[in-house]
């Protein structure tokens, strides 16, 4: 038997950004996971996630994203990895009439709300100055409402991954990776972990499994959590310079959730043009992902999203990943004590907006567990919303 302060259970995004700030603290802690993080089998994977200050999502949400982008700047000083590239970030919506994303409405103008209300730099572009400025989006309409924040762009998941957990090592916090987590139960002042037929007991846990939270734990997130597969496309670009440097974008063309997709420009050396969009009518798990990528698939993104709208995107597939969303009925975060289990937090699900946020998170959980004096405020991610009590 193993005894540990805490323990963290899944270090996708959220987990080890926790792992890492316990560790900074100096507390005794070990990160479990049953892969070998960072890896591509859950929903922290992909090159690259975007990133945005003034979230559309709501006020809620935007300290999380503030406090990440400090804590990636102190990560690539401490690493000299680069973690964050400020390109920009475009929020494209239709003028008029109904647009949805993340199950918000009109979700440009609630960007444009959250950076007067924090301060963040932005401008309201029309799609005349858009199409002038950014060329490569060549579909933006004349009425077309865009949001351009010049400090938005993307973070390398797995870089950021692999850099927390190598801070938090060094830091002292222990790692028990290809091990599964079989239960997790409560009993008086400890929390007994049955991992790879071992067990370890620690004063407090955190849970941060994604997609295999709700196996894990049982009610109430077996209700509560619903897991959809993504995919990732990569489409060859006739010349990458064009894109060179590129904001990233988020372009919502329709009245649903689903009628919209975003991108990024290529990478460094690279000739790839990355898009995606998302689903939520077919649900899966994370045992019976279907992780291939047909053909078909890549085609129809390219022909529902792409052609006509991005200039210099052909439609030769260079590569496809699936990845794995966990969403909640509100698209919300869940990040929470376990209602019957108090020793037990539990930070899942990221709905798909979640990556963004997690350095941050990470920050804001741990200070939670230690009972230490934080500025954010954890009650909108609350449980109780989905009204689940304790008993």
Not at 36 to 64: K, M, N, W
Not at 171 to 190: F, H, K, N, P, Y
Request: charged share 20%.
């Amino acid at each position: 038997m193993e005894r540990t302060q805490l323990a963290v259970v899944g270090l996708g995004a959220m987990g080890m950004a926790t792992l890492y700030q316990l560790a900074r603290r100096g507390i005794d802690v070990i990160g479990i996971d049953r892969f070998e993080p960072p890896h591509e089998l859950g929903s922290s994977h992909g090159e690259t996630r975007i990133t945005r200050q003034a979230v559309g999502e709501g006020r809620d949400y935007v300290p999380f994203v503030l406090a990440s982008h400090s804590i990636w700047r102190e990560l690539e000083a401490a690493s000299g990895e680069t973690l964050l590239e400020e390109c920009g970030a475009l929020v494209i919506a239709p003028g008029s009439g109904v647009s949805s994303h993340h199950g918000k409405p009109d979700f440009a103008a609630r960007s444009i709300e959250m950076a007067r209300a924090f301060g963040i730099a932005h401008e309201v572009l029309d799609g005349a100055e858009a199409r002038r400025r950014f060329p490569q989006l060549e579909g933006i309409s004349s009425d077309d409402k865009i949001y351009y924040e010049p400090g938005g762009g993307y973070v390398r998941p797995e870089r950021c991954i692999a850099v927390q957990r190598d801070q938090a090592q060094a830091l002292g916090a222990r790692l028990r990776l290809g091990a599964e987590v079989t239960s997790i139960r409560q009993e008086g002042d400890g929390v007994h972990i049955s991992v790879g037929g071992d067990e370890i007991v620690a004063d407090q846990v955190v849970v941060a499994a994604g997609a295999w939270t709700a196996p894990l734990l049982g009610p109430p997130f077996d209700r509560l959590l619903t897991v959809s597969r993504q995919v990732l496309h990569w489409f060859r670009l006739e010349d990458p310079v064009p894109h060179t440097g590129a904001p990233v974008f988020i372009w919502m063309h329709g009245a649903g959730d689903e009628d919209y997709f975003y991108g990024f420009p290529p990478l460094p050396g690279d000739d790839r043009f990355k898009v995606a969009s998302e689903q939520y009518r077919a649900t899966t798990t994370a045992e019976t992902l279907d992780r291939e990528v047909s053909p078909a698939e890549s085609a129809e993104m390219w022909q529902a999203h792409v052609a006509g709208r991005v200039a210099g995107v052909t439609a030769e597939v260079a590569q496809a990943a699936a990845c794995l969303y966990t969403v909640t009925p509100d698209n919300g975060f869940i990040i929470d004590r376990h209602p019957q289990q108090d020793r037990v937090m539990v930070v899942s699900a990221c709905s798909g907006h979640g990556f963004k946020h997690s350095a941050g998170i990470g920050q804001a959980v741990a200070e939670a567990v230690l009972g230490l004096p934080s500025t954010f405020d954890l009650a909108p991610f609350s449980l109780t919303r989905f009204q689940v009590s304790s008993t």
